[in-house]
């Protein structure tokens, strides 16, 4: 460790004072940013970002760096949520780049049910300065609303501080000094500290606050045993009937697109899997195997074969490893659209990215 570590300071960062007045600025205590919880967060949603727009060569690496134009912002909403927008597709100035964040931002606020003004976490200003914590809360909540089956990493916190600089101070810049300071007995914690260039401090309010990214989920309890965790998919089918509309529209054109080769495609979901045919032909494909035609009935009529046809698949996906909880054959032939989905998404989940 270098010996002048406790007195590291970051001179650069400043902002102006006069455009900082009435706000209130939160930003992530540097302890924060070496959380492992939240560098697995920002790499999933690194993750998600780049498996979504594959199709259009766009790669990114940084949230920080590479959001702030709306380029990314803009594919993200045009893929997800079929919107397409009449903004430029590269804006190079600062002032393209935030007229088009300000149509972006519109849109997916709509989309979000956050019109009204009322929660949100982020603006133009933030995620065009590059802001994080803005970006962060910002891509979560688009990972909510147009993928809510992604398993993002849970129980994300952060300590922040919170700055709000008074209406009456009037020009100058505000610093930012991150400094660790060690208190006898107690392990040393960086410090973000305001330090001010002509600007009154009495005119300054800081205070430090937890930040919560992702909730806490079922699995972090300890008051709930295994078997009584809900299902992904029972959690999914209590959410807005859009947001469960858009998970089917992405598991049915993933089925599709791996049957495509076969030749059955699927138009209704509630229905096609009922017999088990193009379950066990999906199941083949995905899986790489042959399922001999006089192991099951390719053009059953009867109850009974529709039954042993989704009993074989689901011993065949007990076999490759996938568990489906409380999902009975019967189930599936009935037509039960919950256990048709429980049996699908694992398959969805393990093959989506291939």
Same mark, same amino acid.
């Given at each position: ?57 766009? !790669?990114?690496? *940084?949230? /920080? %760096? ?8 803009? &594919?993200? @909403?045009?893929?997800?949520? #079929? !919107?397409?927008? *009449?903004? /430029? %597709? ?8 935030? &007229?088009? @964040?300000?149509?972006?931002? #519109? ?248």
């Amino acid at each position: 460790m270098e010996a002048d570590i406790f007195k590291y300071h970051k001179a650069e960062d400043a902002l102006d004072a006069e455009s900082f007045q009435g706000e209130k600025r939160k930003v992530i205590q540097p302890a924060s940013l070496k959380d492992p919880r939240l560098e697995k967060l920002k790499e999933a949603l690194v993750d998600w970002i780049n498996r979504s727009l594959i199709a259009e060569h766009i !790669v990114v690496q *940084s949230l /920080e %760096e590479d959001l702030y134009d709306g380029l990314v912002l803009h &594919h993200l @909403l045009s893929r997800l949520g #079929d !919107v397409n927008l *009449s903004v /430029e %597709e590269i804006a190079l100035t600062s002032t393209a780049q935030i &007229h088009k @964040l300000e149509v972006v931002l #519109d849109e997916l606020d709509k989309r979000l049910g956050l019109q009204d003004g009322g929660g949100i976490k982020w603006n133009v200003k933030l995620i065009h300065g590059k802001d994080l914590l803005a970006t962060l809360h910002l891509l979560v909540a688009m990972v909510r609303c147009f993928q809510p089956e992604l398993d993002l990493p849970s129980n994300v916190k952060v300590e922040v501080v919170v700055v709000e600089v008074s209406p009456v101070l009037n020009s100058g810049k505000l610093f930012f000094c991150l400094e660790e300071t060690p208190s006898a007995g107690v392990a040393a914690r960086l410090w973000l500290t305001p330090i001010f260039s002509q600007v009154s401090k009495s005119g300054i309010k800081s205070d430090v606050q937890i930040e919560v990214l992702t909730e806490e989920s079922e699995a972090d309890s300890d008051s709930l045993g295994r078997t009584e965790r809900e299902d992904p998919i029972e959690r999914l089918l209590k959410l807005d009937a859009h947001k469960v509309n858009t998970v089917k529209k992405a598991i049915l054109h993933f089925v599709n697109q791996n049957m495509a080769a076969v030749g059955p495609q699927v138009a209704d979901m509630d229905k096609q899997f009922a017999d088990g045919v193009i379950l066990l032909l999906l199941i083949g494909q995905l899986e790489g195997f042959f399922i001999p035609l006089f192991d099951f009935n390719l053009t059953p009529v009867s109850h009974s074969e529709m039954l042993h046809n989704v009993t074989l698949a689901l011993d065949l996906l007990n076999d490759c490893g996938l568990q489906i909880p409380n999902v009975e054959p019967e189930d599936i032939v009935s037509q039960d659209i919950t256990a048709t989905m429980k049996v699908l998404y694992p398959l969805f989940k393990k093959h989506k990215a291939k």
